[in-house]
Nanobody
Framework: QVQLVESGGGLVQAGGSLRLACAASGRTFGYYAMGWFRQAPGKEREFVTTISNTGGSTYYADSVKGRFTISRDNAKNTVWLQMSSLKPEDTAIYYC????????????????WGQGTQVTVSS
């Protein structure tokens, strides 16, 4: 079991940056691959990025590639999402999630979810 709490969301102007954090409880954080998803108003939740349990592998959705960076520190039980060059279409609730799979990208592969943090990008 792992509990996840996101933080760092807020309001930012287009072109700006934000850094989201996801703090995990428990001593097994290093067993899990971690991912970020987002859900915009009126839309389905979508995959953003994932990182393997060791941090050695990452994968990004095309829409954020080159602008977002996922990283983790297993000693701190934390995964981050650095978002740069933000666009209004990045506005969404951002969720972190934990998975037993190696480098998952599907929602169904993630067994644990945080409550989400709102990111709003103004034009």
């Amino acid at each position: 079991q792992v509990q996840l709490v996101e933080s760092g969301g807020g309001l930012v102007q287009a072109g700006g940056s934000l850094r989201l954090a996801c703090a995990a409880s428990g001593r097994t954080f290093g067993y899990y691959a971690m991912g970020w998803f987002r859900q915009a108003p009126g839309k389905e939740r979508e995959f953003v990025t994932t990182i393997s349990n060791t941090g050695g592998s990452t994968y990004y959705a095309d829409s954020v590639k080159g602008r977002f960076t996922i990283s983790r520190d297993n000693a701190k039980n934390t995964v981050w999402l650095q978002m740069s060059s933000l666009k209004p279409e990045d506005t969404a609730i951002y969720y972190c999630a934990a998975s037993n799979f190696l480098l998952p990208r599907r929602e169904v592969d993630f067994g644990f979810w945080g409550q989400g943090t709102q990111v709003t990008v103004s034009s």
